[in-house]
């Protein structure tokens, strides 16, 4: 399935850079599916775009120096890395629990 970034449709600098580093990530992973491939297909190639994504945007050192600094909420953090709430919380969640399946307890 082909999916498209409209310009008009986005928030920010930061929501930019979140979604475009996401479909980069499919790019550079090859993790590609199309419209009938089943959903735990696509979750493993959207996880694996949304992973790439988060060690460029928010590498785990860097993340950690920035809590030990005393950033500790999801806005600011999101704030210093410019990206997303919900990016930021996913990249806290992956390096926390080690998945990305932050949407069960936060939807």
Request: charged share 30%.
């Amino acid at each position: 399935m082909q999916q498209k970034i409209d310009p008009f449709e986005l928030e920010s600098v930061a929501d930019e850079k979140s979604k475009l580093a996401h479909e980069l990530g499919h790019c550079v992973t090859g993790s590609f599916y199309n419209q009938y491939a089943a959903y735990d297909v696509r979750q493993q190639h959207e996880n694996r775009a949304d992973k790439w994504a988060i060690a460029r945007l928010v590498p785990k050192e860097e993340l950690d120096r920035a809590v030990n600094a005393g950033h500790t909420e999801i806005w600011d953090l999101a704030e210093l890395f410019n990206v997303t709430e919900p990016f930021m919380r996913k990249a806290a969640w992956w390096y926390t629990y080690g998945n990305l399946a932050v949407e069960d307890y936060y939807d």
